[in-house]
């Protein structure tokens, strides 16, 4: 019914860690401008997605799919390139650069060098990176670090924003926090496409989700209809 | 005793020169690099020929800047020459390793090394080989009735002027940012679009051409070569990064110094009766050195422990 293509799409994608058969004829289809949430419990293959869209993890067979073009086989500095910037599963800042160069960092494949905008862009978004811009990335707070992972992200100007448990580790306080910040990025006309244990609130500001279970999309839609389904209830909301 | 620290950091400041490639390949990849003391040695015979073209031998009096233009030229094709041959090495015998289990690479420096040994003494034969003649030797006083020589001053000035060019340019580029991005997390700063191949590649270049253009001074200080020559200074110098900790450039650099020091020191112990016996001992000292460092502070001296995971 809609004509206009996805921003990012998976076709039966098959990936394996050796012999191991890890996603299973998997496709996902992520709009522009959406919030779009993948869900899933341990081992599920969340994180082999976001590595796979990277080309960390090649498809064996299928395809990955962003604005058009087909990007599974290129080398992963292209595809970041091509605009979807990465907040990795265990945050990976560069521990010992300084918050002001993990930034500039993000900007690395931008072409124009005026990334000023962007840098007060990210202070005012989280201000405690302001304040610690000189400190090593290693030594800030596991919060501070998440921060600061966004931060970098997004100073790539990214169009896809994929993000790998951004509220890993965080206070709930402070998991409120980078909600807000993430549906403001949102709102500012970047895609995000999160993995989130945090099924409740990855819900909540998400457009749509996709459940993974053992590599496979056991369900997909709208948060509101998956919020309501049994399943998402049993298992990720820890309702009855 | 100025005179023994005078000489200890001229000396010292080759081995931190040659040092500083084993260090920074260490850092981005993790591997030794056996080759890195042949690729000096190979530095050196490629100045040889370029000083006897611009320097007139026979002259009694080599004009200063009949000097400065062919040290200058010979330290740009050296460390062109040798900044090729490491970018080649890596690309070709290191890089289609780089996932392979650690041993592999290791054992390929190892063997890059006897080929480049072997090559260079196909070239040059087995004995010593003088160096050209670049300058007059010129000595001035210097403090407390010390004298220094022109020849010292050249090397401590640019062994210290490269080291500050290395410093600022991986702590102030964005280029050498990314070096040490890759250095901390290879696979993270990919997914910066860092092309990693090419800062791999880099670091190669500069390590390889720090220790060209070092080999020029070299020549000038020892004023002899051979194939193997490469080889003992590189153990040195390997030892002078693991003491200053290896992977951190400024600790090469320091481990560099160190060692020259206390070489020119034990070869002033054995003056008097026992004059010339210190040259036997300096492996002795070297590596009770490095023993010492390994037991007290296995990081080196400027070296951190703590794991980067996190
Ligand atoms: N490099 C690897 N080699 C072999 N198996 C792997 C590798 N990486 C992941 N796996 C396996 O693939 C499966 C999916 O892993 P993945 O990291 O995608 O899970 P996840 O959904 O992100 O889980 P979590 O919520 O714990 O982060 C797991 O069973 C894991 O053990
Ligand atoms: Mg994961």
């Known amino acids: 019914m809609d004509e206009k293509q996805p921003l990012l799409e998976f076709r039966d994608v098959d990936t394996y860690y050796g012999s191991l058969h890890i996603l299973k004829d998997v496709n996902y289809s992520v709009d522009a401008g959406e919030i779009v949430a993948l869900l899933g419990s341990n081992g599920a293959g969340k994180t082999t997605t976001m590595k796979t869209i990277l080309g960390l993890v090649r498809p064996r067979d299928g395809r990955v799919i962003f604005e058009g073009k087909e990007i599974n086989g290129l080398p992963t500095r292209q595809i970041v390139e091509m605009g979807i910037a990465p907040v990795p599963e265990g945050r990976r800042v560069f521990p010992k650069l300084t918050v002001l160069d993990n930034l500039k960092m993000g900007a690395w494949t931008r072409k124009d060098r005026d990334i000023q905008k962007d840098v007060d862009r990210v202070y005012t978004l989280f201000p405690r990176l302001a304040e610690r811009k000189n400190q090593l990335a290693g030594t800030m707070s596991g919060g501070e670090q998440q921060m600061l992972a966004i931060g970098r992200a997004l100073m790539a100007r990214p169009r896809l924003m994929i993000m790998d448990e951004p509220s890993m580790g965080l206070s709930p306080i402070l998991t409120e926090r980078v909600f807000d910040t993430i549906v403001e990025i949102n709102k500012q006309g970047t895609t995000i496409f999160m993995v989130e244990q945090n099924a409740y609130m990855a819900l909540e500001i998400a457009s749509r989700a996709y459940v993974l279970q053992t590599g496979e999309v056991v369900l997909s839609g709208t948060a509101q209809s998956l919020m309501e389904s049994d399943l998402v209830r049993r298992a990720y909301l820890g309702g009855s | 005793m100025v005179e023994i620290l005078i000489a200890g950091l001229a000396l010292g400041s080759l081995y931190a020169i040659v040092a500083l490639g084993y260090t920074m390949v260490y850092g981005i990849i993790e591997l030794i690099n056996f080759a890195h003391g042949d690729v000096f040695t190979f530095g050196v015979f490629v100045a040889i020929p370029v000083l006897d073209r611009l320097i007139n031998q026979s002259a009694i009096n080599i004009s200063p800047l009949q000097s400065l233009i062919g040290i200058g030229v010979a330290m740009i094709v050296s460390a062109l020459l040798c900044g090729i041959l490491g970018v080649a090495i890596e690309r070709l015998a290191y890089r289609p390793l780089r996932n392979a289990p650690r041993l592999a690479p ?185 023993v010492l460092i390994l037991v007290f502070r296995p990081a080196g001296l400027l070296g951190t422990n703590t794991t980067e995971k996190v």
Do not use: C, H
């Open chain 2, 106 to 290: 290791l054992i390929t420096a190892i063997g890059v090394s006897l080929i480049i040994e072997n090559a260079l003494f196909q070239w040059q034969g087995g004995g010593l080989i003088g160096f050209p003649s670049t300058l007059n030797v010129v000595q001035y006083p210097f403090l407390g009735g010390a004298t220094i020589t022109n020849v010292q001053i050249l090397v401590i000035a640019v062994a210290v002027l490269m080291m500050i060019g290395l410093d600022l340019f991986v702590n102030r580029t964005n280029v050498g940012k990314a070096m040490r991005a890759v250095a901390q997390d290879r696979e993270a700063a990919a997914m910066m679009g860092i092309n990693v191949d090419r800062i791999i590649s880099l670091t190669f270049l500069i390590g390889s051409a720090l220790a060209g253009a070092g080999a020029v001074i070299y020549g000038i200080e020892i004023s002899e070569v051979g194939y193997d020559t490469g080889f003992t200074l590189g153990l040195f110098a390997f030892t002078a990064a693991v003491v200053g900790g290896i992977g951190n450039i400024r600790g090469a650099m320091l481990g560099g110094i160190l060692i020259g020091v206390v070489i020119s020191w034990v070869d002033n112990l054995g003056s008097g009766a026992s004059a010339g016996a210190g040259t036997e001992w300096y492996d002795v000292v070297v590596f009770a050195i490095l």
